[in-house]
């Protein structure tokens, strides 16, 4: 049976649920969203990723109703919702904040939106117990709010946001209280709501495994600007800057210049383009390579564990010389810092498939790291 | 041993400011009136030894209390303060809350200057402030002024030495004691629980009626408290702004003391009064207590 895969950003027809046309939110002199333009489809997991203050809650804020363009458009289902007030929107938020009411137990904050909304007792009753079964909030359900643990609040916040079952769901870093196990746990858990529901949501989070896990596409930002939106496969292995590539995961970054390479008939290693990065080096081969950036200032990207070790020269598209300067072991991994030539630092990450005393490798040792001609990606310097 | 010295130290300041006057009020509330000074019998004499002492108790009794059952004036003072205390505090309440929640809504650098302003006119005579009063409401007064000479009014109003003038003068003069408790419980309210509520479906309407009221409820009810308890007792106001027939139990006790020198049924009055007070103020306690564990 042939899966369709989950792409509505790739096809023309999709209308998308969510559209910010050029919208750009200033609070004084300050820009906090610049000039942003975006679709979000239906039936999405949208995670936002980017450093502290570069505008990700005031993007929920919009979409929730507490905040207004200063210019630009927000369209929701084609229709511009600048002048719909938040109780009118079908969009609900968990705040960053959690923002439960302590004058209210937990059950009664979950069945507060309900309330609002008239449903009949038994129905709010079913609802809020099943949310209280989704978060294992089950024998808190009496308590207040000040007479529960940190992780324990951000799930009634989840479970209050979640209550209403809203057409888009906006989660303003939803799990990071949780340990663990329970937060993979709540991730799968969202995952299956998305699916079983056909809610949209749009995800804050800081913590990239949890975007790459759950979302179907992800959007770095900074500086109130969206600098990549791509699934989680093509935001790690292309990104398109360095920004992105340094961001999202560890990375080795080498300055150079770019030449390009000539294309031999039958070998697909061959063009794409080289890198020359220092006096007395070989030039690093990256067939990938846009050739549109031969002649320029480039930096060849490269990812800790597409990289291997070994004490002789390999026979690899791609060697560098240099030192362990020290080993930090992960257990299923570990990274070894190397000290090429040059001073460069690089780092490489090697699954620790023998145990600790069989490997050979130690501090001070000289060794090789190399790499295939497809494993870097060259970005613009 | 410091523990207990520590505790002390406020029940000894209880029982010199508090109860050795309250015993000694009691004990003048069940004596006779006289002609003499101090203006009751009996007293206590400690010349005559054993057989004084029980002199003097076989003369105490509740003739007093018994009197003010009697005496419809009493009671009728009473509930009539009861009434003008329990309106009074709804009236407060109702021009003090929207103060207190602009005072709370304001912009941050603004909110010292507004509670400032607030305080200020304490820092005048209680007296002096109740004699504007007289001067703004009497019939050649500001108001009636103002409002003839805006052409409102042909006749002068009668407020002055009425009720309303009264009413006008307490919560005037009590706004203060429901706006800082009520202030304090409000400006503590994170705005995001407003939003979490609108997000929710509430409309800015409910949102206030569901979160803003209810979280400051321990305000609102301390503010109240703090009017009400002592409007019961109030004395100046009435007797300045009120006329003959505001009755209050403040002035029946001043009354009963200066002008009649009954100082055993003046007693009475006072220690039936404090009765009254106990159950409004276990009240204010008991919110005080809930209030500060909640802060916890
Ligand atoms: N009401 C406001 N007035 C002034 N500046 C604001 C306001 N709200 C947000 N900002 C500013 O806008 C920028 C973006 O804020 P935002 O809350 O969207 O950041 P964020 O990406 O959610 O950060 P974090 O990851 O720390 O939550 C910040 O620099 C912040 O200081
Ligand atoms: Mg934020």
New interface residues.
């Given amino acids: 049976m042939a899966q369709t895969i989950f792409a509505p950003w790739d096809d023309p027809e999709e209308k998308p649920l969510i559209e910010f046309v050029n919208v750009t939110k200033r609070f004084g002199d300050f820009t906090a969203i610049d000039n942003l333009s975006q679709q979000i489809y239906a039936r999405e997991f949208f995670a936002l990723l980017g450093p502290s203050g570069c505008g990700k809650t005031t993007m929920m804020r919009m979409l ?3 905040e207004t363009p200063t210019e630009g458009k927000i369209l929701l289902g084609g229709q511009d919702i600048g002048a719909i ?3 009118k929107r079908s ?3 968990m ?1 960053q ?1 959690y ?5 209210l137990s937990i059950w009664e904050n979950i069945a ?2 309900l309330k ?2 008239g449903k009949d007792k038994e129905f709010i009753q079913a609802r809020v117990d099943e949310m209280l079964r989704l978060t294992r909030l089950e024998a808190f359900a009496r308590r207040k709010p ?1 007479q529960i643990s940190g992780g324990q609040r951000q799930r009634v916040a989840l479970a ?1 946001s979640l209550a ?1 079952a809203p057409k888009l769901l906006l989660l303003d870093e939803p799990l990071g209280a949780l340990d663990k196990k329970l937060r993979e746990e709540t991730q799968f858990e969202l995952m299956d709501i998305q699916e079983s529901t056909g809610t949209t949501f749009v995800i804050v989070t800081h913590d990239q495994e949890e975007a790459m896990t759950v979302a179907s596409r992800v959007a770095v930002m900074d500086h109130g600007k969206i600098i990549q939106v791509a699934t989680p496969q093509n935001i790690y292995e292309a990104p398109n800057s360095v920004y992105v590539a340094d961001f999202i995961g560890d990375v080795n970054l080498i300055k150079g210049q770019a030449k390009a390479r000539d294309i031999v008939e039958g070998d697909d290693t061959s063009g794409g383009l080289e890198l020359h990065w220092g006096e007395g080096h070989a030039p690093l081969v990256a067939a990938n390579g846009d050739t549109a950036l031969a002649g320029k200032e480039v930096v060849l990207a490269l990812r800790p564990e597409k990289m291997s070790i070994s004490k002789e020269h390999p026979a690899a598209a791609n060697a560098l010389k240099g030192k362990v300067i020290d080993i930090g072991y992960l257990g299923n991994i570990s990274t070894y810092h190397v000290e090429l030539d040059n001073g460069t630092m690089v780092k490489a990450q090697i699954a620790n498939t023998r145990r600790v005393s069989r490997r050979q490798i130690t501090w001070e040792d000289e060794v090789w790291l190399s790499f295939s001609a497809t494993a870097a990606i060259v970005l613009e310097g | 041993m410091r523990r207990f010295t520590l505790i002390s130290v406020p029940y000894i300041w209880l029982l010199a400011l508090f109860l050795i006057p309250f015993v000694i009020v009691f004990k003048i509330a069940l004596s006779d009136a006289a002609i003499a000074r101090p203006p009751y019998l009996p007293l206590l004499e400690f010349s005559e030894g054993w057989a004084g002492i029980k002199a003097f108790f076989s003369e105490l009794d509740f003739e007093n209390f018994v009197w003010l059952t009697e005496d419809d004036l009493y009671w009728k003072a009473y509930l009539s303060s009861l009434k003008i205390a329990l309106v009074s505090t709804l009236f407060t309440l109702l021009i003090g809350y929207p103060i207190a929640y602009g005072m709370a809504r304001a912009p941050n650098e603004w909110r010292p200057t507004l509670l400032m302003l607030m305080i200020l006119p304490f820092w005048t005579s209680f007296l002096i402030r109740v004699y504007a009063w007289m001067g703004i409401l009497s019939t050649e007064g500001l108001l009636n002024q103002l409002l003839m000479g805006l052409g409102l009014i042909t006749e002068p109003l009668m407020i002055l030495n009425t009720n309303v003038a009264v009413y006008i003068g307490i919560v005037y003069t009590y706004l203060p004691f429901l706006v800082l408790p009520v202030y304090a419980a409000l400006e503590k309210l ?1 705005d ?2 407003l ?9 800015r309407f ?1 949102a206030f009626w ?2 803003t009221v ?2 400051s ?1 321990s305000g609102i009810l301390a503010g109240c408290f703090l009017v009400f308890i002592p409007v019961l007792g109030e004395f100046v106001i009435p007797s300045l702004l009120g006329g003959s027939g505001t009755l209050m139990i403040g002035k029946v006790l001043f009354e009963e003391f200066f002008s009649n020198r009954d100082w055993p049924v003046a007693s009475a009055v006072a220690v039936i009064l404090l009765l009254i007070l106990i159950v409004p103020i276990v009240l204010f306690q008991m919110n005080q207590q809930k209030q500060q564990e ?1 802060g916890k």
């Fill in positions: 929730a109703g507490f007030p938040p109780n969009v609900n938020m705040f904040s923002a439960l009411f302590p004058h507060f939106g609002r909304e000040h209050r209403k | 994170d995001s629980l939003e979490a509520a609108e997000d929710l479906g509430c409309s409910s569901l979160v209810p979280l409820r909640a």
